[in-house]
């Protein structure tokens, strides 16, 4: 088969590796809780969209709290 690459285990990683794996790991459990909690935080009013929604796609690796920060709040007028 050709074209495969096999998924490397955690005892496949060099140790650099793994440091990375840790930090975009831990980076992503920040965004996560970080969203989850501005959520908790925010009234209804000034968020777009149902919450709930928010708070499920907030779960999609990076791409769920980025979206949540960028589009999902809404931006008060100065």
Do not use: E
């Amino acid at each position: 088969m050709h074209g495969k690459k096999k998924k490397k285990s955690w005892k496949d990683m060099t140790p650099g590796q793994r440091v990375g794996m840790l930090v975009v790991g831990a980076g992503q459990l920040a965004l996560l809780v970080a969203a989850q909690r501005n959520i908790s935080k925010t009234p209804a009013a000034q968020i777009r969209g149902n919450k709930a929604v928010w708070r499920a796609a907030c779960f999609i690796n990076f791409f769920g709290p980025l979206s949540y920060f960028l589009f999902g709040r809404r931006r008060g007028t100065a």
